[in-house]
Antibody
Framework: QLQLQESGPGLVKPSETLSLTCTVSGGSISSSSYYWGWIRQPPGKGLEWIGSIYYSGSTYYNPSLKSRVTISVDTSKNQFSLKLSSVTAADTAVYYC???????????WGQGTLVTVSS | EIVLTQSPGTLSLSPGERATLSCRASQSVSSSYLAWYQQKPGQAPRLLIHGASSRATGIPDRFSGSGSGTDFTLTISRLEPEDFAVYYCQQYGSSPRYTFGQGTKLEIK
């Protein structure tokens, strides 16, 4: 059974870059059909998909965030990462990493990590 | 972009009752690529239904999904105390790749 765990700073200053890593265990990040995604949830609000990646490096981004988002994968470490640039208070949220098969529904999720944007 | 609208915003029911949650799409969801998630406070969402009507692994059969095109429904046949949570629908067939509804809160009456 896949397990995912987010890691990274819980506090980021405005205008800086938010960086998070998701470590995958219980399976290979390079498995055929496995796609890896980032989803966020502002406090008390709903879910927003940020983007997804395949182990080959193919990426899919939410157009509303595309100009600020980079998702990458490190197969040697079984990890994938999120970078979100030029953050503002509106980017304060719980960030989740998740797995899907063939860009389908997200069936495995990390526990989430709260990132606060504040000076 | 497909916009998903869930109704009602809040549903107040008692254990043992039947819950019916609605998700309406602004345009047709291709190939019924519609999922439902359950989220409890402080937890990650949990996949309940995918492909509009297929239960995810380990999901009790009191949860069922139906619908196609623009109208989808999640039904919980007989509410258990652990079912009170927030429920989200999600489409995963059209650009942007994924969009979520705003959620329905199922609360104990």
């Amino acid at each position: 059974q896949l397990q995912l765990q987010e890691s990274g700073p819980g506090l980021v200053k405005p205008s800086e870059t938010l960086s998070l890593t998701c470590t995958v265990s219980g399976g290979s990040i390079s498995s055929s059909s496995y796609y890896w995604g980032w989803i966020r949830q502002p406090p008390g609000k709903g879910l927003e998909w940020i983007g997804s990646i395949y182990y080959s490096g193919s990426t899919y981004y939410n157009p509303s965030l595309k100009s600020r988002v980079t998702i990458s994968v490190d197969t040697s470490k079984n990890q994938f990462s999120l970078k979100l640039s030029s953050v503002t208070a509106a980017d304060t949220a719980v960030y989740y990493c998740a797995h899907s098969q063939w860009l389908g529904a997200f069936d495995y999720w990390g526990q989430g990590t709260l990132v606060t944007v504040s000076s | 972009e497909i916009v998903l609208t869930q109704s009602p915003g809040t549903l107040s029911l008692s254990p043992g009752e039947r819950a019916t949650l609605s998700c309406r799409a602004s345009q047709s969801v291709s190939s019924s690529y519609l999922a439902w998630y359950q989220q409890k406070p402080g937890q990650a969402p949990r996949l309940l239904i995918h492909g509009a009507s297929s239960r995810a692994t380990g999901i009790p059969d009191r949860f069922s999904g139906s619908g196609s095109g623009t109208d989808f429904t999640l039904t919980i046949s007989r509410l258990e105390p652990e079912d009170f949570a927030v429920y989200y629908c999600q489409q995963y067939g059209s650009s942007p790749r994924y969009t979520f509804g705003q959620g329905t809160k199922l609360e104990i009456k």
